[in-house]
């Protein structure tokens, strides 16, 4: 299998197929994000934020800043009925050269759309997304108490390797978090 895909091909390819798997519910259409999206991404970020059990962040950054942090080849949204009601994103995890295949997803569904197979719908476009791009491995850093992203990531071929304890003060409590990384069985092979 070639790797060398347009995104936008893939993208084509991708909907398609997805189409067919959440007919059943509502549509959901995976696209890249653009800076239009930005508002209602930011508003899905901060009810993450809210939740207290998303991020380590205490408010979503503005545009320039969130931009600047993510790679610009692997920024998703879903959309249903017109309306974006997630979103995922990719980060990289260093500047060093050997580490260019590995990054770390975010990954955020608005509340209301929650359950009804967006995270999985968006998670795998990333995936697929990723190795597009030639990221090999990815990684999530989850709290233990946020279950469902713990599952959602389960499901999608991510594997625990690890527990960051104590890691960082997040409102007053010292809190953990889980490492899983998903190694890509397409990008970074030999022979």
């Known amino acids: 299998m070639s790797l060398d895909v347009s995104l936008a091909n893939w993208f084509t390819r991708f909907t398609y197929r ?5 007919c059943a519910v509502e549509p959901v259409c995976i696209s890249p994000m653009t800076p239009a999206d ?19 962040e205490t408010s979503a950054p503005e545009w320039p800043a ?20 997630g979103w995922t994103a990719l980060t990289p995890i260093s500047s060093r050269l ?13 509340a209301a ?3 009804r197979g967006v995270g999985r719908t968006l998670l795998m476009a990333l995936v697929g997304a990723s190795e597009a791009a030639g990221i090999w491995t990815l ?3 989850i709290f233990p108490e946020n279950a469902a992203s713990l599952a959602l ?10 527990r960051r304890r104590h890691i960082s003060c997040h409102q007053g409590v010292w809190r953990d978090f889980m490492l899983l990384e998903r190694r890509s069985a397409l990008v970074g092979l030999n022979g």
Request: proline share 3%; glycine share 10%; charged share 20%.
């Open 98 to 110: 050997a580490y260019a295949g590995v990054a770390e997803d975010s990954i955020y569904v608005a």
């Open 113 to 115: 759309a929650r359950g």
């Open 66 to 85: 969130w931009d600047a942090a993510h790679r610009p080849d692997c920024r998703l949204v879903a959309r249903q009925d017109g309306r974006v009601v």
């Open 38 to 56: 930005w508002p209602a991404v930011r508003a899905i970020y901060e009810e993450g934020v809210a939740t207290g059990n998303s991020t380590f």
């Open 18 to 22: 997805q189409r067919a798997v959440t």
């Open 139 to 141: 990684q999530a850093g």
């Open 153 to 162: 990531h389960r499901a999608c071929g991510f594997q625990v390797v690890g």
